[in-house]
């Protein structure tokens, strides 16, 4: 049987509180800064219409006279060689709007990588784009995502890439930029997989089979617990017990102790409809998607000046139990 969740539609729940984005109050510096946070809007509306958690959290924090500030988002990508994915996927594209890696982890167990980039703008979210070794998975396995990738869309041209690395004020055509960028991110970039191999895939690799059905789609945005700003939500433990009370399924356990540089949580993934060939014909089956994250950050002393900073990256243990959020558990 399928795991138990929310199903959702990316259409069924109404725009509300924060439909316009947690990226409206940064005060952008430049034009392509401006872009920057409009792509991320656009993203953000689609995923907020899909996780019907996130506006229960919207309510929670208006109510408290609180604020929302987005910590990271989260992307999942295939790692293969012909064609060649992985990571630079979606990197580049972020690394043209300024990004620059400030993080690499390791997660053997999962066959993954991943690399999270930072903004020189202090407040725009990190983003953690993580891969799939897909050499390291049966060959069976390999086969089934193979033969999904053949026919992978081609990469994005270096022409945007250049549009988007000297974008200004003068810059012609950025509605039609923003449009590719966002159908980058939203649209599947290979044809419709079977079901049979996204069932197939997910009894080795819950990730892989997540990967093959919603491409490069945004896993999950984080609200940063640090930053609402008021003792009723003031820490993570008082922001999930809010959340709890309102009816909001949440992660049994929260990764990372008391006081420690960085601890985590998140509702429940929802679930919704994902399409998928069946003996030819197009169809639809439930599965996981996305879950709302919380983020707590603490402050760690800097090497190189002795103060005290807050910790910015992430721990590899605390991510590994996170991946699991997605799981779906099938015959």
Same mark, same amino acid.
């Given at each position: 049987?399928?795991? =138990?969740?929310?199903?959702?539609?990316?259409?069924?729940?109404?725009?509300?509180?924060?439909?316009?984005?947690?990226?409206?109050?940064?005060?952008?510096?430049?034009?392509?800064?401006?872009?920057?946070?409009? +792509? @991320? %809007?656009?993203?953000?509306?689609?995923?907020?219409?899909?996780?019907?958690?996130?506006?229960?959290?919207?309510?929670?924090?208006? %109510? $408290?006279?609180?604020? @929302?500030?987005? %910590?990271?988002?989260?992307?999942?990508?295939?790692?293969?060689?012909?064609?060649?994915?992985?990571?630079?996927?979606?990197?580049?594209?972020?690394? $043209?709007?300024?990004?620059? *890696?400030?993080?690499?982890?390791?997660?053997?167990?999962?066959? +993954?990588?991943?690399?999270?980039?930072?903004?020189?703008?202090?407040?725009? *979210?990190?983003?953690?784009?993580?891969?799939?070794?897909?050499?390291?998975? =049966?060959?069976?396995?390999?086969?089934?995502?193979?033969?999904?990738?053949?026919?992978?869309?081609?990469?994005?041209?270096?022409?945007?890439?250049?549009?988007?690395? $000297?974008?200004?004020?003068?810059?012609?055509?950025? =509605?039609? +930029?923003?449009?590719?960028?966002?159908?980058?991110?939203?649209?599947? *970039?290979?044809?419709?997989?079977?079901?049979?191999?996204?069932?197939?895939?997910? !009894?080795?690799?819950?990730?892989?089979?997540?990967?093959?059905?919603?491409?490069?789609?945004?896993?999950?945005?984080?609200?940063?617990?640090?930053?609402?700003?008021?003792?009723?939500?003031?820490?993570?433990?008082?922001?999930?017990?809010?959340?709890?009370?309102?009816?909001?399924?949440?992660?049994?356990?929260?990764?990372?102790?008391?006081?420690? /540089?960085? !601890?985590? =949580?998140?509702?429940?993934?929802?679930?919704?409809?994902?399409?998928?060939?069946?003996?030819?014909?197009?169809?639809?089956?439930?599965?996981?998607?996305?879950?709302?994250?919380?983020?707590?950050?603490?402050?760690?002393? %800097?090497?190189?000046?002795?103060? +005290?900073?807050?910790?910015?990256?992430?721990?590899?243990?605390? $991510?590994?139990?996170?991946?699991?959020?997605?799981?779906?558990?099938? /015959?």
């Amino acid at each position: 049987m399928f795991a =138990s969740g929310v199903v959702a539609t990316m259409d069924t729940t109404q725009h509300g509180l924060g439909s316009l984005g947690p990226h409206q109050d940064i005060e952008a510096r430049n034009e392509r800064e401006r872009f920057t946070l409009e +792509l @991320f %809007d656009r993203l953000w509306d689609r995923y907020r219409r899909r996780v019907a958690y996130v506006a229960t959290y919207e309510r929670i924090v208006q %109510d $408290a006279g609180a604020r @929302f500030f987005n %910590d990271h988002i989260a992307f999942r990508t295939f790692a293969n060689q012909c064609p060649t994915t992985g990571i630079a996927s979606l990197s580049r594209l972020f690394e $043209a709007l300024d990004y620059r *890696p400030a993080g690499v982890y390791d997660f053997p167990d999962k066959h +993954l990588n991943a690399i999270h980039y930072q903004h020189t703008h202090p407040e725009f *979210p990190k983003l953690f784009v993580s891969e799939l070794k897909t050499w390291e998975l =049966s060959d069976g396995s390999q086969r089934e995502i193979e033969d999904v990738l053949d026919s992978h869309r081609p990469a994005v041209s270096r022409e945007t890439l250049a549009s988007l690395a $000297a974008l200004n004020e003068a810059s012609p055509d950025k =509605s039609s +930029l923003l449009d590719e960028l966002v159908a980058q991110v939203e649209s599947l *970039p290979w044809d419709v997989p079977p079901r049979e191999a996204v069932e197939k895939l997910n !009894r080795e690799s819950q990730y892989a089979a997540w990967v093959l059905v919603h491409g490069y789609n945004v896993n999950h945005f984080t609200s940063l617990v640090n930053s609402h700003g008021v003792e009723a939500l003031n820490s993570l433990e008082n922001t999930i017990d809010a959340l709890a009370a309102a009816g909001v399924p949440m992660k049994a356990e929260i990764e990372g102790e008391p006081g420690s /540089k960085l !601890r985590q =949580s998140a509702t429940q993934a929802v679930t919704i409809d994902v399409a998928v060939m069946d003996q030819g014909r197009p169809t639809t089956m439930p599965w996981s998607y996305a879950y709302f994250e919380l983020a707590e950050r603490n402050p760690v002393v %800097d090497s190189s000046t002795g103060e +005290l900073v807050r910790f910015e990256g992430f721990l590899g243990p605390q $991510a590994t139990n996170l991946f699991e959020m997605t799981r779906v558990n099938t /015959k």
